[in-house]
């Protein structure tokens, strides 16, 4: 099945400095990839998605992006906030339609 | 984007009881939605797909006799934490892909289960 790998499990920048999540994932049929910000007690928020036959993605700071070859995508923010801060989970699977693996998380920390 | 409500956002039981946990998609319909167990601080785990008019599927190592799972309409499905341990505290989270024409998932804001 399908085995997401996630880094780094944590991460500090300062507020205004960029901050990138990398991910890879092992199933060559895998085709959706979304990222998602989990505030504290609160369920997962979508922010982005990107499928495979699109390298790269952007939703004004948030940018994601997919190397299909590699198997490997990421999420850059960028102008940091210190409401950025949470914990960012990617995820893949088949279709938007399947359910999601999700890689361990990444806990994000804006420094003002 | 679509919104996936849950019920009740907390529960605390008693161990032996059980616990039901609502999942609605409150602007589309959904055939399938998913079941999702998320433990303090790690990531998200699917227990079950439960669809509409027909069994749930579980994960490996997943319980079907202890975590029922009801998809009722198209619009609700139910997860039944039967005989409940505190070892099955944690964070249900539900997740319900709006078919056709809206390829993506939207997530319920989740059920923080604490059994005593």
């Known amino acids: 099945g399908e085995n997401v790998e996630q880094h780094p499990s944590t991460l500090s920048v300062q507020e205004g400095d960029s901050a990138v999540i990398k991910c890879t994932y092992s199933?060559?049929?895998?085709?959706?990839f979304p990222w998602y910000k989990q505030e504290l007690g609160k369920g997962p928020q979508l922010i982005i998605d990107?499928?495979?036959?699109?390298g790269e993605k952007k939703d004004q700071r948030i940018a994601v992006t997919l190397n299909k070859t590699a198997k490997h995508f990421s999420l850059h923010i960028t102008e940091t906030q210190p409401e950025d801060s949470a914990v960012y989970f990617c995820?893949?699977?088949?279709?938007?339609?399947?359910?999601?693996?999700f890689g361990k998380g990444t806990r994000l920390s804006v420094i003002a | 984007g679509a919104v996936v409500s849950q019920h009740p956002s907390r529960v605390i039981c008693k161990s032996g009881t059980s616990v039901k946990i609502e999942c609605r998609s409150l602007?589309?319909?959904?055939?399938?939605m998913f079941w999702y167990r998320q433990f303090p601080k790690q990531s998200l785990m699917l227990m079950a797909t439960?669809?509409?008019?027909?069994?749930?599927?579980?994960e490996q190592g997943v319980e079907k006799d202890k975590f029922l799972i009801n998809h009722a309409s198209l619009t609700l499905s139910t997860l039944t934490v039967t005989s409940a341990h505190p070892e099955d505290s944690s964070f249900y989270i539900c997740?319900?892909?709006?078919?056709?024409?809206?390829?993506?998932?939207?997530f319920g804001p989740g059920t923080r289960l604490t059994v005593l």
């Open positions: 990107i499928r495979s036959n699109v």
């Open positions: 602007d589309f319909q959904a055939t399938t």
């Open positions: 439960s669809n509409e008019g027909s069994k749930a599927t579980y």
């Open positions: 199933d060559s049929a895998s085709n959706y």
């Open positions: 997740s319900a892909p709006p078919g056709t024409g809206r390829r993506t998932q939207y």
């Open positions: 995820a893949a699977s088949i279709t938007g339609n399947t359910p999601l693996v």
